[in-house]
């Protein structure tokens, strides 16, 4: 079950007497957190009935006691219980799911954790309540959810563009969503979003950006990598290392997954990549041009220098020295030392 079809329920009045939301992806634990309290009541019936805890500010008797009281001038009432993880002795509440009371709606946002399945209070919640755990998404579904809700608004992106914001912003869905409300105040209604686009309104060069690097690093082009590091070098907030760093070994590890396969359909490569099918060439280019043992090198080269970058073995180098030494190292099939 995911946002959506909750929300659908919620919008028919359907409602279960509590929902326990967990997992890596906190942006839909939010999201759902904020439509439950801005939706399942209307404002005169909120002002009364919807409470509001924090896991760490509060006690497991607090939270019980309140699901257990009756709505006032309403039919129902509404309980939250964020960060629910740091809450002492959650597994208290367990009476609670075995007996819930009709008239209460418990939500609990459970972030970065997961119930112990082998505990009974896991299967009262999945028995008797609704369970949903969400995880991290990847790329590829970071595309997908990208081209909804720009459809939403009949935009569309073209293939490049939506690498290069994904790329660029990586898996923070938060701020990606900021970027997304950027471009639909911007944008005209059925206008097609390119690179361009993406580099006036979200503040990315098409030309210069982490996307590219990758790209030049992947063709072995060390002259346009060398090129972009240097506009790195000048513009230090386009792309700090920390994060040059964690997309290339993302993307190199990908490359090393495709010497495990054993099917040449690009469709299902990028399935079991977890990419978007338009991509998958640029991986098959670099498995053919590095090699099953480059590719083992280039990760090694980049675990080595995310050491350095961290000032192990390297004290006070620059971003943009360690940075073309690493590049210079993985397009020329250099050694570690």
Known sequence: MDVASILKEWSKKQFCPFYWLEGEENYFIDQLCNAAEKSILTPEESAFNCTIFYGRDTSWAEVMNQC??????????????????????IEKLESYFEQPLSSTILIVAYKEKKLDNRKKMARLI???????????????????????????????????????????????????EQEIDKLQLNC???????????????????????????????????????????????????????LV?????????????????DTADERSLA???????????????????????????????????????????APATEDAALLKELVFKMTTNQGIL
């Open 68 to 89: 257990r009281r009756y709505p006032m001038f309403a039919e129902r009432q509404v309980v939250m219980l964020k960060e629910a993880q740091q809450l002492k002795d």
């Open 271 to 313: 399935a079991q990549l977890g990419i978007p099918p338009f991509s998958i060439r640029n991986y098959k280019e670099a498995a053919r041009l590095y090699g099953y043992q480059g590719t083992e090198l280039t990760l090694l080269l980049l675990h080595q220098y995310n050491l350095k970058a961290v000032g192990v073995g």
């Open 245 to 261: 760093l964690p997309l290339l070994y993302s993307f190199f590890s990908k490359v090393y997954m495709l010497f495990g396969v």
């Open 126 to 176: 999945k028995e008797k309540g609704r369970y949903i755990s969400f995880k991290k998404l990847n790329e590829k579904d970071i595309a997908s959810w990208v081209e909804q809700r720009l459809s939403k608004n009949q935009l569309i992106i073209t293939p490049r563009a939506l690498l290069l914001m994904v790329d660029h912003l990586g898996s923070d869905l938060c701020r990606i």
């Open 188 to 242: 005209r209604t059925g206008v097609v979003i390119d690179e361009e686009a993406i580099e006036r309104f979200v503040g990315v060069s098409k030309d210069f950006n982490v996307f590219e690097l990758q790209q030049a690093v992947a063709q072995k082009d060390f002259s346009k990598a060398f090129s972009i590091i240097q506009y790195f070098k000048q513009n230090p907030k386009a792309a700090p290392l920390q």
